[in-house]
């Protein structure tokens, strides 16, 4: 080997890592890498086969391309396997089509056919847990909302609607009908519309196409439920408290309610 071709060598290393693992790397491969170049390094895919000098890498959500001496080599974890197996089941239940949750990889929100039982007195746990769902699974803008482990008790007595509850639903309520106070709990999701992804759609990897949720446990919420001028239900209940500390992020779309 001449000194010039062993220079350039030494440089190629120097510069991109060593070459048995740049050739040896390939998609699907799990690697650590140093995505923000500040020597953190995080659990990671290879995406892109090497090309000048770089590695496309899946991070999560996040995409990158990188520097061979930004990426290196690691085994499988139990962790990593399942986040496989998670992903590639959620990316093929979603649903197709134009109904409104195949926006966004989800079940579409609930619906009440009939929201006039009972004609008097308290709505029922399970007729406020319904009532409740239906209230509260609905598309805004880019965005779905939707819930799971619903839990509601009513209140055994009823009272007039104060003047806050008034205002808030002036629109539709009706204040001669008293007002049910309710409690319990739910777990609340809020997912992006598919479309809305930064990247979409040629560089979204399959873990942001399915995780694209957050999740929050809303595990002690009060409300109520009262009629409107159409002698229709609604209840709504909300956990101040928990709204924001018990939000997690890059979740999947819930199932079931």
């Given at each position: 080997?001449?000194f010039l071709?062993?220079t ?5 290393i120097l510069?991109?890592g060593?070459?048995?693992q740049?050739q040896?790397?390939?998609i ?5 890498a140093d995505?923000?170049?500040?020597g953190?390094w995080e659990?990671c895919?290879?995406s892109?086969?090497?090309s000048?000098g770089q ?6 959500p996040?995409q990158a ?17 399942r986040?496989?197996a998670?992903t590639?089941?959620a ?12 926006k966004?990889g989800?079940?579409?929100p609930?619906?009440c056919s009939?929201?006039?039982v ?8 399970e007729q406020?847990?319904?009532y409740f769902i239906c209230?509260?699974?609905?598309e805004v803008?880019s965005?779905?909302?939707l819930?799971?482990n619903?839990?509601?008790q009513?209140?055994p007595?009823?009272h007039a ?12 309520i009706?204040?001669?009908q ?6 319990g709990?739910f777990?609340?999701y809020?997912c ?5 992804i930064p990247g979409w759609?040629?560089?979204v990897?399959?873990f942001?196409?399915?995780?694209n ?6 595990t002690?919420?009060?409300g109520y439920?009262?009629?409107n001028?159409f002698?229709d239900?609604?209840?709504g209940?909300l956990d101040?408290?928990?709204v924001?500390?018990n939000?997690?992020?890059y979740q999947?779309p819930?199932e079931?309610n």
């Amino acid at each position: 080997m001449t000194f010039l071709t062993t220079t350039r060598a030494v440089l190629f290393i120097l510069l991109f890592g060593a070459g048995v693992q740049a050739q040896t790397l390939k998609i699907g491969d799990y690697v650590d890498a140093d995505r923000l170049m500040l020597g953190r390094w995080e659990p990671c895919k290879i995406s892109q086969p090497l090309s000048n000098g770089q590695y496309g890498v899946s991070c999560g959500p996040n995409q990158a391309d990188l520097p061979v001496r930004s990426v290196r080599p690691r085994a499988a974890t139990a962790e990593d396997k399942r986040i496989e197996a998670e992903t590639a089941a959620a990316l093929a239940r979603q649903p197709r089509g134009q109904s409104v949750g195949a926006k966004y990889g989800t079940r579409d929100p609930k619906t009440c056919s009939n929201r006039t039982v009972p004609a008097k007195g308290a709505p029922s746990a399970e007729q406020a847990r319904q009532y409740f769902i239906c209230d509260q699974e609905h598309e805004v803008t880019s965005s779905i909302s939707l819930v799971t482990n619903v839990k509601a008790q009513v209140a055994p007595v009823s009272h007039a609607p104060n003047q806050i509850v008034k205002e808030i639903h002036a629109a539709d309520i009706d204040p001669s009908q008293p007002v049910w106070d309710i409690r319990g709990s739910f777990t609340q999701y809020q997912c992006t519309q598919l479309t809305a992804i930064p990247g979409w759609p040629t560089n979204v990897n399959d873990f942001a196409r399915t995780h694209n949720c957050n999740a929050t446990d809303q595990t002690t919420a009060t409300g109520y439920c009262y009629k409107n001028t159409f002698g229709d239900w609604h209840c709504g209940m909300l956990d101040v408290a928990h709204v924001i500390a018990n939000t997690r992020q890059y979740q999947l779309p819930p199932e079931g309610n």
